[in-house]
Nanobody, 124 residues
Framework: VQLQASGGGMVQAGASLRLSCATS????????TGWFRQAPGKEREFVAA????????DYADSVKGRFTISRDNVKNTVYLQMNSLTPEDTAIYYC??????????????????WGQGTQVTVSS
């Protein structure tokens, strides 16, 4: 299983970015996908997740209302639309895939497959 994350960059506060996480068609239909991030000197934290079954979504409180996770079933890609970015959003963002039940979505250890990470830097 390979996950290809992209879309990071360097922006100013208040700007938007859209991250993408692409995988194969066979993988896409069998996994739920999450986004995590890790800032320098901090632990990796949950950002958002989307269910493989019904498209249910979940967000960390810190991004709720600003970030939107979605799936494109034709392109086999999961997106993370990030609006109103702040310097606190600066981190390496990772997409990850899991076959575990969706209620475990916030636990990084249930994700068996990880993308390579994409850097997001937000300046004030």
């Amino acid at each position: 299983v390979q996950l290809q994350a992209s879309g990071g960059g360097m922006v100013q506060a208040g700007a938007s970015l859209r991250l993408s996480c692409a995988t194969s068609r066979r993988t896409f239909g069998s996994v739920s996908t999450g986004w995590f991030r890790q800032a320098p000197g901090k632990e990796r934290e949950f950002v958002a997740a989307i269910s493989r079954t019904d498209g249910s979504t979940d967000y960390a409180d810190s991004v709720k209302g600003r970030f939107t996770i979605s799936r494109d079933n034709v392109k086999n890609t999961v997106y993370l639309q990030m609006n109103s970015l702040t310097p606190e959003d600066t981190a390496i963002y990772y997409c990850a895939a899991t076959t575990a039940a969706f209620f475990r979505r916030r636990s990084s250890y249930v994700y068996g497959y990880w993308g390579q990470g994409t850097q997001v830097t937000v300046s004030s």
